[in-house]
């Protein structure tokens, strides 16, 4: 069995898939926090694993960066996998003031410049929404993990070296939390294909203020930030 991006066996994937956009990021979450995690797919050196955590069967896959990329792993995931949670972990850079270096955003909900939603629907704008199962469970870990999570929108944008400054204003003045690139298109694929979805990111810089993690800040805050969302994921 195998699509055009993914050449895993029949049933290799775990009904829930933790979709770092870096592949980098995915080996080592496979590698470093599941247990006897497999390789199940490489096609593009894109990696996917199936392992354990907890005693709960976990995937983990590279989606790639933006939402093209995103949802094209997402949809074969759902449509030829059976994948039923799809779970995005990564970055945003803040634009809320009251935003810090390395809290956890959860992206209850999604705004854009993408096109994609509106492809999906009709013309219309679709409510880009995660799961509210899978934002409760995430919360809740994070409570239990006495880390800092900011619950509310953000937005996924299609430049990550955008040309208008403004559009930052514009976004702190309606209280958007953050800036990535595919959270959008993954709530608008989980909903056309009727699965849960969340997006959960670690704040690694601050683009009001320019500040940034360093690397090594990044990596251990990803790290608390992945076993949060793995203890809520597999509650
Ligand atoms: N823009 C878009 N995506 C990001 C950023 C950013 O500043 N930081 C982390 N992911």
Redesign the pocket.
Known sequence: MSTPHIDAAAGAFADTVLLPGDPVRARHIATQLLQDAEQVSNVRDMPGFTGHWRGRRISVMGTGMGIPSCSLYATELVREYGVRRLVRV????ATGADVQLGDIVVALGASTDSRVNRLRFGGYDLAALASFDLVRSVADAAQRAGARVRIGNVFS?DL?H?PDPALFDLLERHGVLG???EAAGLYGAAAALGVEAIAVLAV??H?RRGEAMTPQQRATGLDAMLRIVLDGVAA
């Open positions: 990564g970055t945003c850079g944008t990550f955008h800036v990535e690139m690694s810089d683009i």
